[in-house]
């Protein structure tokens, strides 16, 4: 026994040491179980599944933007070798983040929130240094990865888990929580790297005050905002710039780029907020200009949208209920699928029609793993068929609380109906619009001479990174909000 202890204890020795490698960044070993092929792999697998959990935004100019500012600065960077890509998501959640390999992704939500390039240039250097200084990686030795989202983050019941967006493990390192350590390591590295491509640094650290403002607002989306995933230590504004003000020295930068002029013709019209043509919440109603359907949203309950399904959970965590396509040509099929996929042992069945529409409503227990086990969720699904599609609507909560949430569940379900009305179908997004001040004065003056409304004035400063009492030049460009 004792000589098997000196065995296993020499053969992790042996493990440990096979699994140091030089940190590019520090210089330093560090115990790392993934070696750099396999980081880049798991890139290249997450990558298509990031761009369809939340699609690509299609504007050419701001992409093509992206691409030759990460260009110039991973070949800076400490790790000029991976080949990287640059994209942005269409999520108006305020976040960027990046996957190990060389992808790095920004979503049109804080494309829209930068007010300069070099805001943004410290920003891009933060994630490089995420995959530089291998952060996921290392992070992927400490920690058993679990489902990503708005809803499948927030639910209670470790059963209803398996009903909410099941993500791949590569996917799942995007929004893992990095250390302080890690942190302020990826600040640094923004400052060197936005610094060794000609920006003013300092700028990076009031985009931070404009995370903060916006972050002390957000109720949650597609994606975790920056502050959630990107832990924020109280002297980061301190540091990045004391960081930038010596990299200006040792670079002997005497001019360095700004460029908000610039930046803000180049998010001119970029869309803010929910995109409607993806469909969109109003007033506790889901709506779907594309798909013409509807249907009610019960109050309070957290809301997603992403292009595969719709999500909905009451904040208790106690619920779940979902809205996507069903598999199967047939509401038979789909019926059949539905059953087979998510291990339903079906208690009640029947056809019934919704606002018109034929369709099947079904009571089913989740099989337990074990026999003689009770089951740990029920489900409420009805199949919709409608417009050559079926829609599956499922609400699942535990067996004790069922009959607290069947109600919720059956207002939703039972309240799916085409969507006719030309106003609802024909909304436009709310888009964000360069104008030039009029007159010097306040931001406040200058946003009510562009008629913005008092109730999203703050909204509006925190989009311009400024407080309402801020001094703007006359000829100088702010942004307001217009359909």
């Excluded at 989202?149 to 888990?161: A, T």
């Excluded at 960081?243 to 020295?249: A, D, M, Q, R």
Aim: charge should be neutral; glycine fraction near 8%.
């Amino acid at each position: 026994m004792k000589g098997f202890v000196l065995l296993s204890l020499f053969s992790t020795s042996i493990f440990l040491m096979n699994a140091c490698a030089v940190n590019p960044v520090t210089g330093k070993k560090q115990i790392v179980l993934m070696s750099e092929e396999q980081e880049i792999a798991m890139g290249k697998e997450s990558d298509p599944q990031i761009i369809a959990q939340y699609g690509l935004y299609e504007d050419k100019d701001l992409q093509d933007f992206i691409t030759q500012k990460g260009k110039a600065m991973a070949a800076v960077s400490h790790r000029p070798n991976l080949q990287y890509e640059f994209k942005i998501v269409d999520s108006d959640v305020v976040n960027a983040f990046a996957v190990p390999g060389g992808y790095v992704y920004f979503t049109r939500g804080i494309m829209a929130h930068f007010n300069n390039e070099a805001e943004f240039a410290g920003v891009l250097g933060h994630e490089i240094g995420h995959i530089t200084a291998r952060h996921t990686v290392s992070q992927q030795t400490k920690a058993v990865l679990g489902q990503v989202g708005l809803i499948g983050s927030m639910i209670l019941v470790p059963q209803l888990g398996e009903f909410a967006e099941p993500l791949s493990q590569g996917l799942g390192v995007l929004f893992l929580k990095f250390g302080r350590d890690a942190e302020r390591q990826s600040d640094d590295l923004g400052v060197e790297y936005s610094s060794r491509i000609g920006y003013d640094a300092h700028e990076m650290a009031g985009f931070f005050n404009t995370l903060q403002r916006k972050s002390a607002g957000t109720q949650g989306g597609e994606l975790p905002d920056f502050l959630s995933t990107h832990p924020n230590p109280a002297d980061r504004n301190v540091a990045v710039n004391n960081l930038s003000i010596e990299w200006k020295k040792k670079l002997n930068l005497t001019n360095p780029q700004i460029n908000r002029n610039s930046y803000l013709k180049r998010i001119d019209g970029i869309i803010y907020g929910e995109d409607p043509k993806g469909g969109y919440l109003e007033s506790n109603v889901f709506y779907h200009p594309v798909l013409k359907l509807q249907f009610p949203v019960p109050q309070n309950w957290n809301y997603e949208n992403t292009p595969q399904r719709v999500q909905m959970a009451p904040k208790d965590g106690k619920a779940l209920m979902m809205m996507t396509f069903a598999p199967g040509k047939t509401l038979d099929e789909a019926a059949n699928s539905v059953v087979q996929q998510n291990n339903l042992q079906v208690i009640e069945s029947g056809r019934v029609t919704v606002n018109g529409f034929n369709a099947i409503a079904m009571t089913a227990d989740v099989k337990p793993q074990q026999q003689g086990q009770a089951s740990t969720a029920r489900t409420l699904t009805y199949l919709i068929e409608y417009g050559g599609n079926i829609y599956m609507l499922l609400g699942a909560s535990s067996p004790a609380d069922f009959n607290n949430y069947s109600p919720a569940f059956l207002q939703t379900m039972r309240n799916f109906r085409q969507l006719t009305d030309a106003q609802k179908i024909n909304k436009l997004p709310e888009r964000v619009r360069i104008k030039t001040v009029k007159q010097t004065g306040t931001l406040r003056q200058a946003l009510a001479n562009y008629k913005v409304p008092e109730k999203r004035m703050e909204e509006t400063s925190i989009l311009n990174g400024m407080n309402l009492t801020d001094q703007v030049a006359q000829g100088s460009l702010i942004k307001v909000l217009e359909q």
